[in-house]
C-alpha cells in the first residue's frame, strides 16, 4: 500500500531548529514546554481519531445489516464470480494480437 503523503509530512523551520542540542538551559526550558504542549495535541488529536474510527465502524456496520435486510427482498444474491479474461492471441513472431474494427 502507498503512504500518502500530507501537510504533516512537510518538513518546516521549526521542526529543523529543533534538531539540534540546546546550548543553555532557556533554550532547553523552551524545548521542553513545546515538546509538552506538541505531545498534548497530537494525543488530542489521536483521540479524535479514534472516536471517528469508532463513529464510522458503528455506521459501516449499520449499513452491512441493511444492505443484508434489502438483498432477499429484492432478490439480489452475490454477484457470479467474474469470467476470466480469453487468452492472449500470439502471431507467428510471438506478439501479443488482436482484432480492432474501425
Do not use: C
Request: charged share 25%; net charge positive; glycine share 6%.
Amino acid at each position: 500500500m502507498i503512504k500518502r503523503r500530507g501537510l504533516r509530512d512537510i518538513a518546516t523551520g521549526q521542526r529543523a531548529q529543533r534538531r539540534g542540542l540546546p546550548q543553555s538551559r532557556q533554550q532547553a526550558i523552551s524545548d521542553l514546554a513545546r515538546l509538552e504542549q506538541e505531545k498534548t495535541r497530537l494525543q488530542r488529536e489521536l483521540e479524535i481519531w479514534q472516536a471517528n474510527q469508532q463513529r464510522t465502524e458503528q455506521r459501516l456496520a449499520l449499513v452491512d445489516a441493511r444492505l443484508a435486510q434489502l438483498q432477499p427482498v429484492l432478490g439480489l444474491h452475490a454477484a457470479p464470480p467474474a469470467q476470466p479474461a480469453p487468452p492472449e492471441r500470439l502471431d507467428a513472431a510471438g506478439w501479443g494480437t488482436f482484432a480492432l474494427e474501425y
